[in-house]
């Protein structure tokens, strides 16, 4: 269900070098979430650097929409960038997995297609 690699490059660059690898693959960066920014704004201490890196292939968001407009309350695809004791992880929770929740069999393929894109994604940033 969950999808994670590890990199041992700095924090910021991977986060850089996703939002990069994800623009060469056709998908848009809808936004960048600095989780420890946001939580501290409000009161809440949080030490820990994480991102929540948003993006989306236009073409396959269309295509999973027309066939259940439900799904659009899993979009965008969000992948995890956080740092833990020192190591940097990406993660996300795979598309496969989520699109099983809806009744679109035929979907299938699509979410495959979007996972082994992101997962190449995740990895070229790593």
């Known amino acids: ?13 991977v986060v850089k070098e996703f939002e990069e690898a994800a623009k060469r693959h056709k998908f848009g960066v809808l936004a ?21 890196v948003e993006i ?8 999973v929409l027309e066939a259940n407009l439900d799904i659009s309350t899993a979009l965008p695809c969000r992948v995890a960038i956080y ?3 020192g190591k940097v992880t990406l ?3 795979k598309p496969t997995a989520l699109l099983s929740m ?19 994604i995740m990895k070229e940033a790593a």
Not at 1 to 13: A, C, P, Q, W
Not at 32 to 52: D, Q
Not at 104 to 116: C, D, S, Y
Request: with cysteine.
């Open 91 to 93: 993660s996300m929770i």
């Open 56 to 63: 989306c292939n236009p073409h396959q968001a269309k295509k």
């Open 32 to 52: 960048n979430h600095n989780v420890k920014e946001t939580l501290n704004s409000k009161g809440v201490e949080f030490a820990p650097e994480c991102r929540i």
């Open 102 to 120: 809806f009744p679109n069999p035929e979907l299938k393929n699509t979410a495959e297609e979007v996972e082994k894109e992101i997962m190449e």
């Open 1 to 13: 269900m969950i999808y994670k690699l590890e990199s041992k490059k700095d924090f910021e660059v």
């Open 83 to 85: 740092k833990d004791k």
